[in-house]
């Protein structure tokens, strides 16, 4: 590893003022960002980044809070962790799906570490890209060895050129909860839904999983009420492994029901493309519709329609159909 300088500001301000401009290119990848250190740490010891300044964020105030707005909304500050979120019963009540996510993340010593930012902007688990000597093209090679290679656990959907599934549980929750990411930059800040928060490698950079530049920081998300309406959700994630794994697939549902039939839908898949992937054909065509057995074949092919598996996941189109379907049916009940 290498030796770099770790700062330690005691405010938001300064925080920002030890990050470099947007237009410096070179200087991009000098200084990075500490929470809860799950990943970056990892990358760190792996030499896939030599930063030489880590600023650790922990000690500014307020980003690690937790807050109810009057209005049914929910803050949750970047620095908060996966555990807070998993075990807060206000959040398990009215935001079940989120509660659920969170508690889905690796293990509980993870969860309890692991803060909410660092898992929305965590870096791909692609084998090729966490290989050291492997320049694929999300370090600034030229080609994305998943492609034609080892891809079992690579994308079906939205790939190209590069083919790294997203690694986050809560990004498809917070996605399906129509949450924004709230920004602050040495410019002022801005606010961006959460779907417009992550980019497709065909968008902008390859080099980049999230909107966020060089000189910004993700400070809070904000979600709003649940709204009018017999709201309904869950968050179901298919793994090899029974605890400390990353999904193979994942589904974030949410829906609104009026007297048996849907009034509104949000789904939103994790694991099977570089962003989480919202079905919005899906959404549409559940609108109107009865949770029967029908309803459920149809949407779950329907959600899946347009993949394209590569050589060894091939699987997760089934796998994921099955898990649309299974997800439907808990809600129906």
Request: glycine share 10%; with cysteine.
């Amino acid at each position: 590893m290498k030796s770099f300088e770790l700062v330690q500001p005691a405010t938001l301000e300064a925080a920002l003022e030890t990050l470099p401009a947007a237009r410096d290119t070179k200087a991009r990848d000098s200084v990075k960002l500490l929470a809860g250190g799950q990943d970056l740490l990892g990358e760190l010891k792996e030499h896939l980044v030599a930063p030489d300044t880590l600023v650790n964020l922990k000690r500014i105030p307020g980003l690690d809070r937790i807050e109810h707005g009057a209005d049914g909304s929910l803050t949750l500050g970047a620095l908060v962790t996966l555990a807070r979120i998993e075990n807060e019963r206000a959040i398990r009540e009215r935001f079940t799906l989120l509660a659920e996510a969170a508690g889905a993340v690796a293990s509980v010593q993870i969860r309890n570490q692991g803060t909410l930012g660092g898992n929305l902007c965590q870096r791909p688990r692609c084998w090729y890209y966490r290989h050291e000597q492997a320049v694929c093209i999300k370090k600034g090679g030229s080609e994305c060895f998943a492609y034609g290679g080892l891809n079992k656990y690579n994308a079906i959907l939205g790939g190209g050129p590069s083919y790294i599934v997203h690694p986050s549980d809560v990004a498809p929750a917070l996605v399906a909860l129509d949450a924004q990411a709230v920004i602050r930059g040495k410019r002022g800040e801005r606010r961006v839904p959460l779907e417009q928060f992550f980019t497709l490698p065909s968008e902008g950079s390859v080099l980049r999983e999230n909107v966020l530049t060089s000189e910004e920081i993700l400070t809070h998300i904000v979600v709003p009420a649940p709204g009018a309406g017999s709201w309904r959700s869950t968050y179901l994630k298919f793994r090899e492994r029974g605890s400390y794994d990353f999904a193979l697939s994942a589904v974030a549902l949410r829906l609104s029901l009026d007297a048996g039939k849907v009034r509104e839908a949000r789904l939103v898949l994790g694991a099977v493309a570089p962003i989480p992937w919202r079905c919005e054909k899906a959404e549409t065509a559940l609108v109107g519709r009865k949770l029967d057995a029908e309803t459920c074949e149809f949407i779950s092919r329907l959600a899946l329609e347009g993949a394209e598996p590569l050589e060894h996941n091939g699987y997760k189109i089934p796998l994921t159909q099955g898990m649309i379907t299974k997800a439907l049916r808990k809600l129906a009940n």
